[in-house]
C-alpha cells in the first residue's frame, strides 16, 4: 500500500485489497515462505543480519529498519548457538506470517494522541496503517526448546526447582551458560523475528 493512503480512498477497494493480500501472504501451519532459503549458511546470514540483511536481499526498503527497533539487527547475534534442527526447521519458513495469534490487520487512525510520535512515523487521522505480528515461528519455538531443555538439565546443580519446565532457569552468571545463552538478554542467539517482519 503506498504511504499516506487514506481511509477514505480505501473504503471502495477493500475488498479488492484483501483478496488480493489473501493470495499473496503465506500463513498458516505448514505454509512455506517466500525467501526461499537455499542452506544453513544463508539463514546464519539472516540470524545475524535481521531487518538489515532482508532490506539488502531486496525484502524490504531502508525506511522499514528506521521503524524497526535496533534498526532491525540485534548486535552480538551468534547463529552458532542455534541447533541444526532449528535450521532445519527455519529454512522455509521465513517471509511466512504463521498461524496462532500471527496477524495482519488493515486499520486506519481514527484518533492522535501524541502529535510529535504521529509525525515521526508519518500518520494523520484517517491514514490506513498495517499491524503485523509474526516472529520466528518454527525456528524461534525450536531454539526456545533447546535452551529450555538446557537449563532444565542445569537447574539441579544450583539447586533451583520450578512447578512447570518452561520456566526452567539458571543463575546469570553461570559459568554452565556461557557460549549457549539463550536469545534472550543479554547474549542475542538471533535476528530472525526482525527479519520475518
Known amino acids: 500500500m503506498s504511504p499516506g493512503l487514506d481511509r477514505d480512498r480505501l473504503r471502495p477497494r477493500i475488498r479488492a485489497v484483501m483478496d488480493r493480500l489473501d493470495a499473496a501472504i503465506p500463513r498458516g501451519v505448514g505454509t512455506k515462505g517466500v525467501w526461499r532459503l537455499p542452506d544453513r549458511r544463508a539463514l546464519e546470514q539472516v540470524l545475524t543480519g535481521g531487518a538489515r540483511f532482508a532490506v539488502e536481499q531486496g525484502h524490504g526498503v531502508t525506511r522499514d529498519l528506521q521503524r524497526c527497533e535496533d534498526g532491525g539487527v540485534l548486535d552480538g547475534a551468534d547463529a552458532a548457538t542455534v541447533s541444526d534442527r532449528a535450521i532445519e526447521r527455519g529454512l522455509g519458513q521465513i517471509g511466512s506470517l504463521g498461524s496462532g495469534n500471527h496477524f495482519l490487520e488493515v486499520q486506519a487512525v481514527?484518533?492522535?494522541?501524541?502529535?510529535?510520535?504521529?509525525?515521526?512515523?508519518?500518520?494523520?487521522?484517517?491514514?490506513?496503517?498495517?499491524m503485523i505480528h509474526t516472529?520466528?515461528?518454527g525456528l524461534g519455538h525450536q531454539i526456545c526448546t533447546d535452551h529450555v531443555r538446557q537449563m532444565e538439565n542445569a537447574m539441579g546443580r544450583f539447586?533451583?526447582?520450578v512447578p512447570d519446565r518452561q520456566l526452567a532457569c539458571v543463575p546469570v552468571n553461570s559459568p554452565r551458560v556461557g557460549r549457549t545463552w539463550p536469545p534472550w538478554q543479554p547474549r542475542p542467539?538471533?535476528?530472525?523475528?526482525?527479519?520475518?517482519?
Not at 481514527?110 to 498495517?130: F, H, K, N, P
Not at 542467539?189 to 517482519?197: E, G, I, L, V
Open 110 to 130: 481514527d484518533r492522535i494522541y501524541d502529535d510529535g510520535a504521529a509525525a515521526s512515523m508519518g500518520l494523520a487521522e484517517g491514514t490506513v496503517c498495517v
Open 189 to 197: 542467539t538471533t535476528d530472525a523475528p526482525t527479519a520475518n517482519c
Open 135 to 137: 516472529g520466528s515461528r
Open 159 to 161: 539447586g533451583i526447582e
